[in-house]
């Protein structure tokens, strides 16, 4: 993930107006990805719509930094389609803008979190020295002042930002399906990173969507409800897919050569923490 140096670091009174705080990339004919450059690497994080004949799918909703329904809803052909938004786990980086969607889905373990989650700041003065040290080791660069390094609009308010949530209106676990109509994606449970974590695994396409499970960067398995035997359990389980692409919800894109690498890099981290008793 990209750095920033110490002077390019911005302070809350210095901070530039983003031109657009939303990018948009369009990966196929039916996925687009959405990312928000200007929040800081640990926390920002990858968006997925897929296009469906009948209902739209919107997988993660980022730091609702700036409102997102009107980015995902200006990619879509038909903005009156139904579209579901699917938190993958409540990690504030995946549920920010959750709350201006109709339609919410979330693992049965995270549910309450995803309704009432914990607060959350744009500042990182109360971020702990334990969470910082955790990031740090993990490889990802210093936290900056704020979690933003521009604004999405002049006289935007950063000591006004929190996280809402919202209460789900509906439940996935391992093995349901997302139908969208002329698209169809298995729900994995994944645990490890969150107890909750799901990803989506696509069949037909051999893709992947690895939200937090599985990403090109540094990993976090340190921290509350995370739990390293489970996190190498959902590793062996996604290495044995016939997977052609990862979708991960932070970083590039991959295959399966790199995922391959990934999983043996981790478990060998882990032969320690998940080897038998």
């Given amino acids: 993930m990209p750095s920033k140096k110490p002077e390019e670091r911005m302070t809350t009174t210095s901070l530039p107006v983003a031109e657009t705080w939303y990018k948009t990339e369009q990966l196929s004919s039916r996925l687009w990805l959405i990312t928000e450059p200007h929040v800081h690497p640990i926390f920002s994080a990858n968006m997925h719509l897929v296009l469906g004949r009948d ?5 993660d909703s ?14 879509r052909p038909d903005a009156a389609r139904p579209l579901i938004c699917l938190s993958t786990h409540t990690h504030v980086d995946h549920i920010g803008a959750v709350h201006e969607f109709d339609e919410r889905l979330v693992h049965p ?9 914990e607060p959350y700041f744009l500042s990182t003065d109360s971020i702990s020295r334990a ?7 993990a490889g990802y660069p210093a ?3 704020v979690l933003i390094n521009a604004l999405p609009h002049e006289g935007y308010d950063i000591e006004g930002y929190r996280l809402r949530g919202a209460v ?17 994606a298995e729900v994995l449970h994944l645990p490890g990173h969150s107890p909750g974590q799901v990803g989506l695994w696509h069949a037909e396409s051999g893709t992947l969507f690895g939200a937090d499970a599985i990403y090109d960067g540094p990993l976090i398995y340190e921290g509350a409800g995370m739990d390293v035997v489970a996190y190498a359990e959902s590793l062996r389980r996604v290495q044995a897919l016939p997977v052609e692409v990862v979708h991960g919800g932070h970083d590039p894109s991959f295959g399966k050569g790199w ?6 890099r981790y478990l060998q981290l882990w032969k320690n923490e998940t080897a038998p008793a």
């Fill in 62 to 75: 980022g730091m609702g930094v700036a409102p997102l329904r009107p980015v995902v809803d200006g990619l």
């Fill in 143 to 145: 936290l900056w002042p």
């Fill in 259 to 264: 995922l391959d690498e990934i999983v043996a």
């Fill in 168 to 184: 789900p209106t509906g439940l996935v676990e391992e093995g349901d399906r997302i139908d969208l109509g002329d698209w169809q």
């Fill in 55 to 59: 209902a739209d799918l919107l997988i």
């Fill in 131 to 137: 969470f910082r040290d955790l990031f740090l080791k």
């Fill in 109 to 117: 373990v995270e549910a309450a979190e995803h309704e009432n989650p």
